[in-house]
């Protein structure tokens, strides 16, 4: 493969042919003198080939040879394969397919020959054409293949075969080369030549290379054909730059041209070092630490020292050199970054400073730079000790001093000398030991260890070691010496020195005077453990030594302004020894000293020890000491909470020793340039517990919305501090900010104060916004409006949402038709007052159907729920305050404060009592959210209207809390009770319609249903408008409340406590008309119901009409008069048949337990009609029964059907009074209609005409006597043997039979009760026919709301029907009828 480089010609076809052919030659191999190649041999005929009679040879023509002929190859060596040859290289020229035969007409051709052939005999490095010759027989002709190009093997390229410097050291080179052998025939040998980078330098002996196996560790493979050599050179100089090249040899011979040129450089010299420090010092040598930087292949080996001398800088022959950590291999590579390294100089003279720096060296040589000079000093000889502590006995003087070891060079010995105080004394030295030690600059080593512990001394040996070891850090010994055996009472000179490896102490210490003496010796330690605010305790140690008397007592003298003088007010206790001391040779005393309350005033007092022998010979050192003092001014002011009137504030004041802050004065001003100080109400600070130093203050009644600048000072025993003022002002909560987040979408809404309303619960748009609640003072009410005319709706908050999330639906009147937008307003409203109303215009969503609404309305809070848990909140801060004025006041009176304990015993019962409020507000508002009665409207009516006939609304706290829960619980009950009450109610008399209604009287039933729907979601509105401003206004009273504000500004709430009045009587008066209505058609079970034509406003014109025309022809005397008053009665009356119906009772059934499910019981008179309709006396009759508060005319006849002349006649009686009252006489002058009246609460029997019994009846009902009748309400058609009972829904009246053992009416009265919730007037008249115009009543009373009177009646009274009249101070007023011994209930005067 690379052999044959390509075919350059075809075969000569002017040859004879042969018996066999040779084609496809293929290259396989080359070497310098010889080419391999594959081809095959294919035979012309059909006859098999023979292997033994076939001959090869191969002519060839050297490329660029001035011989143009082919010559016979020197040596060729070919043989017969295994395999085949592919099908697509057998020869498929014109004359071989000439030769081919068809399938089936004759033996198939042999298949080719498989061949390998090798050439020989060639030269390397030259390019050849070849063919072969082959034939199948001897003295055949040859026949040849086409024409090939070959080359055979060439030398090494190096052209492209760069060198790589892999590793570098001092004085030799690590070189790799990469370099591709050449087809058959490999490298054997690559070296590598350099020379130094300069003009006149020459080439060094060829290194040989060596090749690296493949898998060697840093080595990463080759690529195919390439291979990698390696080689070192040695012998380089250091820090010298050489230039390098390479060649290579094969069997062919070294490759014509070296490699391209390397240029690369010999290890560097180091740096200098850097950061020189001194590390340690002793008396004859010092250490110096530095950093110094290996360079690549030469890590620093060696450190020399020069030393400063008058001449100059000079080699330092004692020098050590330390790497940190210890060093690496040489072969190691270059570590990165300097390292740490030490030097030892030796060689040097004590107590002598030096300048030196350090010059570092590797292999490639010495640095060309030294270091910054460092300027040292050896250990030097101690100095003699400064002071000297002594304590004295009868016979022994015992002597303490403090020294410090100096660095490098510890001590080792000090002495103490010894003299009579006398000219002819002499010195004699003690050898003194040491006791203790501590660090240079800590505490004195006397606490740190005690002589004669085990423990302590091997911690002191430990120190010593680590001192001597590293002479870094300098220890100061205790050293102490007894000097026994001397003279009593007698005077001793006292001196002393110290000794180290550099020698003594050049001179001694002060010399002191002792003398020996029985008396204690001064207290040693005197120090302040306590301050008082009129005192100090001190701490005093008398060391109780050296055989003297035991201490008795202490002396304190206090410096006056020329003398000291003693202080007589102390006390004086002994104390145990601490435990930490461990010596028993010291007494401790407890000594606190009496010097009155002066902060100011620095106190200087020194103590004196006696004994039985007396003071002790001179008093301890002076302690400076000072009482307790003011408190600091309050700083680090927090707004810890914002209320809307009042602030919790926190600050920190460290407490003074001694004496706790007591109280706290504050003070606060508006933040405006003319506002002035006044004195703050607040519930006074307590500690924080969180908190060290920390105290919270509640500042209260103050103005919501509003920056108050803040000021403080505190008081404890000693006095009160400067006042101090809050750098930043705090601002009370404010009005609710604008929402954010206002989107609208498609909802169902399934939460609690909506479930069962169809209106609510169905796929509806929503506006869905967050509203951020001001601190303090959360949102209680929000209102979205839709358009700019359109109403405003309450928004419901989801849970206790953070930040609080509302919801408004969306009225289906104000979206437009043809806008992708909406315009929306919205308006909050907390505490403080409402907010600004903010205006956005949000995308409206498509509608969709209400089976894919993508969304559900979360779980929403009720209005009122917002404001509970203000209350809840309000009445829990309460109860803390409360529990902290008592602590407060306990302390004060503990401390005997008796000005501030007056002022938290008023604060403590401000705050019972606001308790006391917020518990009751939230005892009537839980018990109202967990109880529920069906009189709880009438409840709240009756509390409303006491509290709105008070002259001052809230004059008071408990007034004001009785009020605010008023308007909780009615805003409860009407978004709650209220609500769900209506529901129940309005399923019920759903289901009642369903059960009583036929056809004809389902369509009076829905309108009325549908009458009430109206008036239920008209009061909605009304609801929905009016709650928010009555919270708004109950969050404020709360908030004035639960801050002890000034309730006059909140006469105001009057107006909100009369809408909530309003809209709860109004409701009550809803329910009780539905109890009503369930109670009558759920009586009326099983019954068919008939309702009455409602006259429209085209009936009302047609009617009209025919009046006109009617009182034009009738012939009747006054007929103008009376239609002319008919038609404006038509116009100016509402119309009655729309609350009436007309039941008609099952046959079968006993009728008495019916009608008084009614609510309308017959008079006992009636008890023989019923008992005959019991029995079956129905042939002929029709029975009527009156369950209206009215007389009632029914008249019987014929139902006509439908036809032209009864239609007109119908007409004309409902357009003209003449017509109706002509028609009623003629009929009964000729037997036709039978006409009856009917009594409140009375039953009938009505003739009928004798027809068949299937035949329809109507009977036509009309308020009043037959003889001063009404317009007809309407009419129905029944069968005879029919029990009917004509209602009136919407009554607002009810007359009743009271004759049970329960209750009962006095003769000759009519019993009158007020249900209403307002009062009412009742005046009795006589019976309208027998008035006369402008008549007065009989009597009239005034009754208020649940009153009950017995109303007497003029005599004789029996058998008469009296009038009566019930009307409101607005001007309502509603009509009954009443015979004596009846009742009247006033239920609810629409």
Known sequence: AGAMLGCVGSRDKAQPPSSIEPFAVRGLARSPDTVTFEFGLQANGREALVVESISVCAQCLEVGSFSSSWAIAPSIKWSIMPGFILASAVPSDGDDAAEKVSVGSGPRKPPPLRCEATMMGLSPERDYTFRLLANGRPQEQFANSRPFLCRTSDRPTTEEAHLVCKRRWAHSLEIEWLIADPEGAAIEECVVQCRRDGLMSGWLPEVALHPIAADWADSIAPPVGYRRWLGRIDGLEGATVYRLHARARNAVGWSPTHSPELYNCTSDLPLAPTGLALLRRHPDSVTVGFSVEDPEGAPVTDCHVQLQSALGYAAHAHGRFLRLPAEEDQDSRRTSGPRPALCIVEGLQPETDYQLRLLVQNAAGAARNASVPLQVATSERSRPPAKLNVRVGPRTIEVEWQLADPIGAPLIACELEHSLDSVFGSWKAVEAEVVAFGAAGGREPAAEFCSGDSRATAAMAAAVSVAEATAATSLVRLWRVRVPGLERETAYVLRARARNSVGWSTSFSPTIRACTSDRPPAPHTVRVVARLPAAVKLEVAVAEVLGTAPVSQLHVEKSGSLSWQDVTDIEVSKLEPPCESGNDEVSWWSVTVILGIDPTALHKLRVWASNAFGRSGEPSEICSCRTSDKPSPPSAWVCRKRLPHGL?????????????????????????????????????AVRCRDTPGGWQCSLEQLEPATAYRVCARACNEVGWSDWHAAEESFETSSLPRAPKDITVRCAVDESPLSAGDPAKTQGRLVVDLTVLDPEGAPVV?????????????????????????????????????????????????????????????????????????????????????????????????????????????????????????????????????????????????????????????????????????????????????????????????????????????????????????????????????????????????????????????AAQLLTTLAGGRKLELFEAVRTDLKSCLTLVAAAERQLKRLRTSHRVLHAAEAASCHDFERRGILQKIETTALGLVTMLVLPVPGSIEVGTVGIGMLWLEGDAAGSHLALQHPSGVPLAPVLQRLGSSPPPRAAVILAGWASGGHKGVVLVHNATARRITVSAGL?????????????????????????????????????????????????????????????????????????????????QGSAVSFIHLDSSLQVSNLEDQNSSVEEGTIKVVNNDLEPVAVSVFRAPEVQKHFESALLAEKMQSGEEKSLPLPRPCDGRIFQVEVRHDGGKRALCEARPGQAIAVENLA
């Open 648 to 684: 919790i504030l926190d600050w920190q004041l460290p407490e003074p020793e001694g004496a706790p802050v007591w109280r706290f004065d504050v003070q606060c001003r508006r933040d405006t340039s003319l506002a002035s100080w006044h004195t703050a109400v607040c519930a006074d």
């Open 781 to 1033: 009410a929000c209102m979205v409006r839709c358009s700019s005319k359109g109403l405003w709706s309450l928004a419901r908050r989801v849970g206790r949402s953070k930040p609080g999330r509302w919801i408004a639906p969306i009225p289906t009147e104000v979206l437009p038709e043809s806008k992708a937008t909406l315009s929306i307003s919205v308006r909050c409203a907390n505490a403080v007052g409402w907010g600004p109303i903010h205006d956005e215009v949000a995308e409206l969503p498509a509608l969709a159907t209400a089976n894919s609404w993508p969304d559900r309305v979360p779980a929403q809070l009720g209005s009122v729920e917002l404001v509970f848990d203000e209350v809840q909140q309000a009445l829990e801060e309460q109860k803390a305050l409360q529990q902290r004025l008592g602590q407060l006041s306990s302390d004060a009176m503990v401390r005997s404060d008796q000005e501030h304990s007056a002022l938290l015993s008023w604060r403590f019962s401000q705050a019972e009592k606001r308790t006391e409020v917020l518990a009751e507000v939230a005892q009537q508002v839980s018990t109202a959210l967990a109880t529920g009665v069906e009189d709880q409207g009438a409840r709240l009516v009756a509390q409303l209207q006491e509290a709105m006939q008070r002259p001052r609304l809230v004059p008071n706290p408990p007034a004001a809390a009785h009020v605010l829960s008023l308007l909780l619980n009615g805003y409860l009950w009407l978004e709650t009770r209220w609500r769900s009450e209506l529901r129940l109610l309005s399923d019920g008399v759903a289901k009642a319609m369903d059960t009583v209604a036929g056809d004809a009287g389902g369509r009076m039933l829905l309108h009325w249903a549908k009458q009430h729907q109206n008036w239920s979601e008209s009061f909605d509105a009304q609801v929905s408008d009016t709650l928010p401003e009555g919270l708004a206004t």
């Open 1199 to 1279: 139902d006509p059907g439908f036809s032209l002349a009864s239609a007109a006649y119908r007409k004309l009686s409902e357009a003209h009074p003449m017509v109706r009252l002509l028609g009623g006489a003629m009929s009964e002058s000729n037997g036709g209609d039978h006409i009856a009246t009917v009594l409140p609460t009375d039953v009938v029997l009505i003739q009928v005409p004798d027809v068949a019994f299937d035949r329809q009846i109507r009977l036509e009902f009309s308020y009043g006597p037959a003889a001063k009748v009404e317009k007809a309400v309407g009419w129905t058609s029944v069968r």
